[in-house]
């Protein structure tokens, strides 16, 4: 508080003795509030299609993604060498961990103004375990990076750079490439509409969710979401990049999973702290092995870990649920790291959030 005063004093003491300057301070600081947010794309724009992980299923695979992203009147990029599943470890990966974290920084450092992850599965975590180890950080980026599953590894990377993110699906599989693929996972998802979205046709989501958890709270609940495959943010916890529920919207999902095995896995994150001071909890796609088309049978299991694990910390938190994000045949955008609210009402609960609008503070 006293920072602030002092910094209005010599505000407005510069703007007495020179107005010139005093306006181009202003300038300065209203850069500042946008250099965490990305800015929308526009015609002949590039988007840079990354392979930080699995390797593509096919050459059709590849060639259906660089073709969707020119019918939208874009550039798109997929670097030559990029993809040597010969190479890599199992012969599962897009390449080497090595190169993968390399064309990776490039893509981050390039010319392009959205990187868009081709698949998940497996191998982002190693990455973002190299880049940490050489301390990388892009300070001048102002990119988004896109992607679900694996890709979750990449969003608390983000996080940890105060940088916007979108959750999304993978550019490799979705409505318009299911005649390749053949997967059911985001089967219904557009590819198409997630482009309107870079674009700013879109610039803040209203989703519905059904609220298992009130949490006894009134008026609009204000933070930003942040999470993603519940499988990686396990994985995360303990590192540098283990997700922080302060302020935020802790959002995950997951496969088919056995309710005991979950409850306990949703234990861990709680005795981990991720809930402590969050502001709610937002569950997408996470459906029981045996249930999976039977969403009731999933909110009893959340229901009992909010009874026996939640409430007794003195975490009294709302907890909503939708699933049309994740691994379904949904997979809807949720932006990441951006200003977000959520109303709740008697039994459904909305979710306003800003596409780009970054929820970082300016001194972070």
Not at 126 to 139: I, K, S, T, Y
Not at 163 to 181: D, I, K, N, W
Not at 188 to 193: T, V
């Amino acid at each position: 508080m006293y920072k602030q005063i002092i910094t209005l004093m010599i505000s407005a003491l510069v703007w007495t003795m020179n107005p010139a300057v005093a306006m181009e301070d202003q300038e300065h600081q209203g850069s500042a509030r946008k250099a965490h947010t990305w800015n929308f794309l526009t015609a002949g724009d590039k988007i840079e299609i990354i392979a930080p992980g699995a390797a593509p299923l096919s050459t059709e695979q590849v060639e259906g993604a660089k073709n969707l992203i020119r019918l939208h009147d874009l550039e798109s990029y997929l670097p030559e060498g990029a993809i040597r599943q010969q190479d890599s470890l199992y012969g599962y990966y897009a390449n080497t961990t090595e190169m993968r974290t390399h064309y990776f920084k490039e893509a981050l450092l390039g010319d392009s103004k959205a990187l868009w992850a081709l698949r998940g599965g497996f191998g982002c975590e190693g990455v973002v375990d190299m880049l940490e180890d050489q301390a990388f950080v892009p300070h001048h980026q102002r990119k988004p990076v896109l992607g679900s599953s694996d890709v979750t590894s990449f969003h608390l990377l983000y996080a940890q750079w105060k940088r916007p993110s979108l959750h999304a699906p993978v550019l490799g599989f979705g409505q318009e490439l299911y005649s390749v693929t053949k997967s059911g996972v985001n089967k219904n998802a557009s590819l198409s509409a997630v482009i309107d979205v870079l674009k700013g046709d879109v610039k803040q989501f209203e989703y519905n969710f059904d609220i298992i958890h009130t949490g006894g709270l009134e008026g609009p609940l204000r933070g930003s979401v942040l999470g993603g495959n519940l499988s990686i943010l396990e994985s995360h916890k303990g590192t540098k990049t283990a997700i922080q529920g302060k302020n935020r919207f802790v959002f995950f999902e997951d496969t088919a999973e056995d309710g005991k095995r979950l409850h306990r896995r949703l234990v861990g994150l709680a005795s981990a702290g991720v809930f402590d001071e969050a502001e709610g909890i937002i569950i997408g796609n996470l459906p029981l092995i045996g249930h999976e088309t039977e969403p009731e049978e999933t909110k009893k299991i959340i229901q009992h870990f909010i009874t026996e694990s939640l409430l007794p910390k003195d975490i009294n938190i709302p907890v909503v649920y939708s699933p049309r994000f994740g691994h379904g045949a949904h997979n809807d955008v949720m932006p990441f790291g951006t200003t977000a609210s959520l109303i709740l009402g008697e039994e459904k609960a909305i979710l306003k959030v800003s596409v780009n609008e970054s929820a970082y503070p300016l001194e972070e």
